[in-house]
């Protein structure tokens, strides 16, 4: 298949209150490919994330997102799951679904059932009473509804529980086999996805460490975990 | 030293560092202090000049430190009780009283501050308008100095009275201590209803009662209740309140309640045919139909549904409709501006930020979206508010028929007043705004964000000022509806203008806020 590059970073910087958060930031991915995105906590990962989505504008360099600038188009075929972020709670997830729905122009309703029916989430519930684990499986499946060609999931594992981590991975495995679907994943759960990723970016200090391609990794008889350890270590 | 005092003075220090970075603890930082009461004193020379007696600076000092208070300090118990911090705070060897006290002390040292400024501010502009002027009011030093003292105590006892009140905000949150929010609302409505009239030298009560021996009766008994409330609140909430306090409840997986769908919630599950725009609006539309919805709140609702009612039958018989437009009018619109902060604190508090500014459109339809929730949730209110008091009116009719119903000119008061109202309302929400924006934009800073905290104060104003009395026998002059197309050809294109350069930075501005409460000082 042939392969597009569906995010392109170059040069990226990001100062935020005079710290740079970001420093000379060049990467890019391609369609159809799972990329980890790992680094220890404050690395620049969510700040980057921010910046593919458009949510923040970066300070220096150059970022496309399927060929444009991030921004409100870019977000209508980009699925976004931040870092630890809540969804209305005031809502049963039936409610949510329904909004999602409206809102979201690339939303399928097909793909919903689907969805629902694989990661075993309660309709009826209200996201308020949810735990960890069921809210983080509800706010994957409003990210898998949608026909969207690139998906950014910042920490889709933080405080989840084993079952749901384990149908949240499935769920990934099971949307990228023989799709031309872009995910972007930003964790520190390497073992649980190490055996899914295609290429993995270690970032640290705001700057790139090291991009690599995990079959060549595997070929040389390193894992995605010794890799990280020796970058970080 | 005990070991109570050895663990409670780190957690007391502990929470005013909270508040420190705010307060003119440096050098640097009491500069800004000293400036601000500079320019405020400036201000307050401009405005008031030696019109305006000692007296009634000092009161409208005190209502401006109440409503500096009683907000800010609200939204900040609301939030404590979501922030992730808490199981930290909740398994702090400490018992809840001592965890409880040390939050209130810390929040009184910065509520403090803030009054020695207002009452600093008033002292030097008395005392120097003494000094500038022959004016009567300020002929006596032996006054002065007493006021000075007298509203000093008066000021302080607020400080206690409203900072134990806004602890008891977590609960308030909980079973029947949901009743305490009805006298809240009113304790926190206050002063704004005198503001106006102080700010025109104008008094409720016999000048008498403003004078400095009266005053320290007043702060002595404000003090004595403040006091009870201060320990009320330390109780109450160690063990009511905090029982909101931990978060989402856990271990329900594999057990889902069935719930009875309600009306609104089946009207949902049909999926309405509402996309994009729409749909954000009926979203944010949703967050108000869920607070409606409560028990307590529609308890309240009835309960001021029938005092409406009540209202609407006595204001026919006494033909007192437009004061009663009035009084219908003013809640709304304070409440309306009010929410729209709280909205945003919530979605700040609860993490939402991300997902909202990820939905494919731009920050200027998201935060339009919310404004049009807002506005058409307010219409819904004060038509029902309208209504409610049109059925009273109505039977009043139907039981007995008063000689006079209304004149021209009560229909053309009324017709005023909304209009002011709604132009008011238009230009409050959309200023708000500005708090949102970047304020490193000098316009922003200099011009919108003063005008956004002085929309709080806007309704009294309209209340004592748009709408003479004499209306009921001249009807409304040319010259007011002039006034009135004036003010509103310029205030809310302005006040537009600042919406919409506030929401160009809103994704950022929220982001930090967002990042502020959840602790976070520095990007991931």
């Known amino acids: 298949m042939e392969q597009t590059v569906t995010i392109q970073c170059t040069g990226v910087e990001m100062i935020f209150k005079k710290k740079q958060a970001l420093r000379n930031v060049t990467f890019s991915t391609n369609s159809g490919s799972i990329v980890g995105l790992l680094g220890p906590n404050g690395a620049g990962k969510s700040t980057l994330m921010r910046i593919l989505t458009g949510i923040l504008e970066p300070t220096g360099g150059f970022v496309e997102v399927l060929g444009r600038k991030p921004g409100v188009e870019t977000l209508a075929q980009l699925s976004f799951l931040p870092d630890r972020g809540q969804l209305p709670n005031w809502l049963t997830a039936d409610q949510w679904l329904g909004y999602a729905s409206g809102i979201y122009p690339d939303w399928d309703i097909a793909l919903e059932r689907e969805w629902v029916r694989k990661l075993e989430v309660d309709r009826t519930m209200g996201i308020g009473t949810m735990s960890r684990g069921q809210e983080a499986r509800l706010q994957l499946l409003t990210c898998l509804s949608r026909r969207t060609k690139i998906v950014i999931l910042d920490e889709p594992f933080t405080g989840v529980d084993l079952l749901s981590r384990e149908r949240i991975s499935s769920a990934i495995a099971e949307e990228t086999a023989g799709g031309d679907r872009t995910f972007l994943i930003a964790t520190h759960d390497i073992r649980e996805m190490e055996s899914m990723f295609d290429r993995i970016i270690l970032i640290g200090d705001g700057t790139i460490k090291g991009v690599y391609d995990t079959e060549e990794l595997r070929d040389e008889g390193h894992s995605v975990e010794s890799c990280y350890r020796e970058v970080f270590a | ?524």
């Open chain 2, 1 to 524: 030293m005990s070991r109570h005092h050895r663990s409670f003075s780190p957690i007391v220090a502990f929470e005013h560092s909270a508040f420190t970075p705010y307060l003119p603890t440096t050098k640097r930082r009491a500069a800004y202090w000293l400036f601000g009461i500079a320019i405020t004193v400036l201000a307050c020379r401009i405005v008031f000049g030696d019109r305006n007696e000692p007296e009634a600076i000092y009161l409208l000092g005190a209502c401006l430190s109440w409503i500096a208070f009683i907000m800010p300090n609200s939204i900040r118990a609301m939030q404590s009780t979501h922030q992730p911090f808490q199981e930290w705070w909740l398994t702090f060897p400490l018992d809840r009283r001592t965890l409880i006290r040390a939050k209130l002390l810390a929040t009184l040292r910065l509520n403090g501050y803030i009054a020695a400024a207002f009452w600093l501010i008033a002292t030097i502009h008395n005392f120097g308008a003494a000094m500038l002027t022959e004016s009567p009011f300020h002929a006596s030093n032996g006054r002065l100095w007493a006021d000075a003292g007298a509203y000093g105590l008066l000021y302080a006892a607020i400080v206690l009275f409203v900072t134990s009140i806004t602890a008891l905000v977590p609960l308030m949150l909980n079973g029947w201590f949901r009743f305490i929010l009805l006298p809240y609302i009113l304790i926190w409505s206050l002063p704004m209803g005198n503001l106006g009239k102080l700010i025109n030298n104008d008094y409720l009560m016999p000048a008498r009662w403003h004078q400095s021996d009266m005053v320290v009766l007043y702060a002595l008994g404000l003090a004595l209740l403040g006091w009870g409330v201060y320990h009320a609140a330390i109780r109450g909430v160690a063990r009511y309140g905090t029982r909101g306090l931990t978060p989402r409840e856990t271990g329900k997986a594999g057990v889902s309640p069935r719930r009875q769908p309600s009306l609104i919630q089946r009207a949902v599950r049909s999926r309405s045919a509402a996309t994009g725009f729409r749909c954000l609006i009926q979203l944010e539309r949703s967050k108000h139909r869920s607070i409606a919805s409560n028990k307590w709140m529609k308890l309240t609702r009835g309960i001021l549904t029938i005092g409406l009612a009540i209202g609407g039958y006595f204001a026919l018989r006494e033909n007192e409709g437009v004061s009663m437009v009035r009084v219908i009018l003013i809640f709304p619109s304070v409440f309306a501006v009010t929410l729209i902060t709280l909205s945003y604190a919530n979605d700040i508090t609860k993490r939402r930020m991300e997902w909202i500014f990820s939905f494919p459109y731009s920050p200027f339809k998201i935060a339009l979206s919310r404004l049009f929730a807002m506005w058409t949730t307010a219409i819904l209110w004060v038509g029902g508010a309208l209504t409610a008091a049109g059925v009273g009116a109505v039977v009043r009719y139907i039981v007995q028929r008063p000689d006079i119903i209304a004149t021209t000119n009560d229909i053309e008061g009324a017709s005023f007043l909304l209009i002011a109202f709604l132009t008011y309302f238009l230009f409050g929400t959309l200023i708000i705004h500005a708090q949102y924006g970047n304020m490193k934009n000098p316009l922003l800073a200099a011009i919108g964000l003063p005008f956004a905290m002085a929309s709080y104060l806007v309704p009294t104003m309209i209340n004592m000022y748009v709408l003479p009395d004499s209306f009921g026998e001249n009807g409304v002059a040319p010259h007011w509806w002039i006034g009135l197309g004036i003010t509103a050809a310029i205030a809310i294109p302005f006040a537009s203008y600042i919406f919409i350069t506030s929401v160009r930075t809103i994704t950022t501005s929220m982001l930090s806020s967002q990042a502020r409460v959840a602790g976070r000082f520095k990007w991931k």
